[in-house]
């Protein structure tokens, strides 16, 4: 068998958006977990949007001459995020993803990313020994959280929809929990109207590109994050992700009605800084 891995093109998305589907499909199934892909149509459009964005790098697995698998670099801030790889269940244990996982480590060296972090669910053996393998640490427990909206004041806090003229502040807060800012992303969703900060005293001490699976949140406190997830409507996708040592925030998060859907392993190669302040990883970081 000959395998060849290639740049993703448009072309691809209906196989890759097929085998991404049917590869997390058939993990969560094993394990008794939801998908995290749940439907065709949501992994075609994910893919679809990477693919046609220039700013996340995709990469192509081909098996005597058939798409087997796929995997994409978030390439828009100063570390680098992976995901989502699948690889068509038919060709796993294979080597597939080991040879996806590591061109997407030699772009990002290529590329001089000082680290690339990424999440995976936590009951996939396989993808935990496999990232171990290549040189991935374990940074942080997660777990997902789904449930009906808390709305539970936050005295002090006041929440409000992002603009762009509030980068340099929410880079501020950024750089102070992780080390560095994430402008771009946080530009991307203020464009689309998913991104929030929260105010203390007229100033901001918190935003969230979103409290969703693929949005991230940093707050100088806890009760920074919690206003920000109270505002929020409905928590979009399977949910949003919370670090579990974070007890105190954890157990508010359980007290007002929030179930745990599944669990989640942040892991990282490179630059790691012990975030110093309050956070919420999206599901690249």
Known sequence: MSLKLRPGIPEDVEACGRICYDAFKAIAEQHNFPSEVPSLERAAQSVSNKISDPRFHAVVAELDGHIVGSNFLDER??????????????????GVGRKLMQALLGRA???????????TASFHNR??????????????????????????????CSVRPASESDLDSCNRVCAMVHGHGRDVEFLDAAKQGSALVVERDGRITGY?????????????????LKAMIAATPEYLGPGFLVPTRN????????DNGLRIVH????MSI?????????????VHY
Not at 77 to 87: F, R, Y
Not at 131 to 147: C, D, I, N, P, W
Not at 247 to 254: D, K, M, V, Y
């Open 127 to 156: 993808s935990l020994v496999l990232y171990s393998k290549v040189g991935f640490q374990v940074r942080e427990l997660l777990a997902t959280m789904q449930g009906p909206r808390i709305r539970a004041a936050v005295p002090g």
């Open 270 to 282: 490179g630059l790691y800084n012990e975030p110093k302040g309050a956070y919420m990883p999206s």
């Open 263 to 266: 669990p989640m392993t942040l």
């Open 208 to 224: 969230t590109t979103g409290v969703t699976y693929f949005g991230h949140t940093v707050g100088a406190t806890n009760e920074d």
């Open 247 to 254: 007890t105190e925030l954890f157990t508010w998060c359980l």
């Open 109 to 119: 060296a290529e590329r001089g990313f000082p680290g690339v972090r990424l999440a």
């Open 77 to 94: 801030s100063t570390i680098a995020g992976v995901g989502p790889i699948s690889v068509d269940p038919a060709a796993q244990n294979a």
